[in-house]
């Protein structure tokens, strides 16, 4: 097959690596890529927003399947054009990708169909009074949500009711997420554990693939702000095959069930952020892709031929029995620019890259090339990933941590904590 895959993050390259693995592939490009995955596919430079660019690549290489990696693109139709001239996509139509783009719309598909999630009220710009009101009326910690897409950051935790009013100001006056934040979801604080569980489908049937756990905040021990995720493990303890049947049975078919029914059927993959409660497992947020960083600690763990399983998908008759959880464990930790989620500094160059062990995956989420150089070019910069034959998360974060320390670049800031949670839970685990 001749394949393509969209973007140019860790994710993307996460996901390349796993298709360059399969039996069936030809040719697989990356559009852009990065320096990366320019070691074991093609990058081609072209602008994913540009559909008329993407279109006649597929045209002229006789593409077999495009791999969708960020959500702008799905949002905006991208899925919907490229079917239409009769190319196979793994990604959802824009209706569908409204589960994301949208998240009044995703709360209310939610309330609708009995799924469980936090009990919330929407408001817009215009209802600011109103919005105002609600707070006062709550207790707290409570969420504000910017509706649209704000790149895994318009998430805002409020501890009290003038840190949410102060909040309230920054989405609607201030316009800090743009126009993601012209409506807004206010929701109660839920607590428990969170997990992320990737489910593939082809809109009627799915598989779902070893859960994860994410690190949001920026600081050690979840404090400071949210951002695009600081690292990730799997799998996650938390998900137990109890919780993973109540997800299924609770949460994945209705929400397919309900898409399906209000004619917006969910291609690709479809990612449950979820927290594990007290009363059982509820949804954070739906997301209309893979997830990142967890994909990068997801996908080492699967054997089998996972392009068998994205194709299958696309084509709608999904092979469930393409992969298989391989029985290991694996982590990752994001080395950052210091700054990062707010403003930061790039072009610093990056050493070290040569020194790190073949039992290491380091890929590449925000780097340029320059000659034969690798410099910082963004926030997220690398994803260095440790994956174990054994179900040792221990063991993955020793080793890598001891892979950081050979990783250097001007302001480098990473978590020191990534995968503590699931280690104490294995830990409990086998002492009873």
Not at 40 to 48: G, P, R, S, T
Not at 84 to 110: D, Q, T
Not at 382 to 401: F, G, M, P, Q
């Amino acid at each position: 097959m001749n394949v393509i895959v969209l973007g140019s993050g860790g994710r993307e390259h996460a996901i390349a690596l796993k298709i360059s693995q399969s039996l069936i592939l030809k040719n697989l490009y990356a559009i852009p890529g990065n320096p990366g995955t320019e070691s074991f596919c093609e990058n081609v430079n072209l602008d994913i927003n540009s559909s008329d660019q993407i279109l006649e690549f597929c045209t002229k290489k006789n593409i077999d399947l495009v791999v969708i990696g960020p959500e702008v693109p799905l949002v905006n139709g991208l899925a919907d054009l490229l079917r239409e001239k009769g190319f196979n996509v793994f990604g959802p139509n824009a209706a569908a990708a409204r589960i994301e783009g949208n998240k009044v719309f995703s709360k209310h598909l939610m309330e609708q169909f009995g799924i469980p999630t936090a009990r919330f009220k929407s408001f817009t710009k215009g209802e600011f009074e109103k919005a105002e009101e609600f707070i006062r009326m709550n207790n707290f910690p409570l969420v504000l949500k910017a509706s649209g897409l704000a790149a895994g950051k318009g998430v805002l935790i409020c501890e009290s009711a003038e840190e949410a009013a102060t909040a309230l100001k920054e989405i609607f006056r201030d316009n800090v997420f743009g126009a993601a934040g012209n409506e807004i979801v206010i929701e109660e604080f839920m607590t428990g554990e969170e997990a992320s569980l990737f489910a593939i489908t082809d809109g009627s049937d799915f598989v779902c693939l070893p859960a994860a756990q994410d690190h949001k905040r920026i600081g050690d021990h979840d404090t400071g702000k949210n951002t695009g995720g600081m690292g990730a493990y799997a799998p996650a303890p938390v998900m137990d095959s109890a919780t993973l049947y109540r997800v299924e049975e609770e949460i994945l078919k209705p929400t397919l069930r309900a898409l399906r029914e209000i004619g917006s059927e969910f291609n690709g993959c479809l990612y449950c952020g979820l927290m594990i409660t007290g009363e059982g497992p509820k949804v954070v947020e739906f997301n209309c892709r893979f997830g990142d960083p967890e994909t990068q600690v997801v996908l080492p763990l699967l054997k089998g031929d996972f392009l068998k399983l994205l194709y299958s998908a696309a084509t709608g008759k999904i092979d469930k029995e393409a992969v298989a959880y391989s029985g290991g464990a694996a982590i990752t930790v994001v080395a950052a620019s210091q700054g990062y989620p707010e403003k930061y500094e790039k072009g610093f160059e990056i050493k070290g890259l040569d020194k790190t062990k073949a039992d290491i995956i380091v890929f590449h989420a925000g780097t340029m090339k320059s000659g034969d150089k690798i410099f910082t070019n963004g926030g997220r910069v690398l994803n260095i990933t440790a994956v174990s034959e054994r179900n040792d998360l221990n063991h993955c974060k020793t080793r890598a941590y001891r892979a950081l320390d050979d990783i250097k670049f001007s302001n480098i800031y990473y978590r020191h904590d990534i995968a503590d949670k699931g280690i104490r839970k294995q830990s409990t685990t086998s002492e009873i």
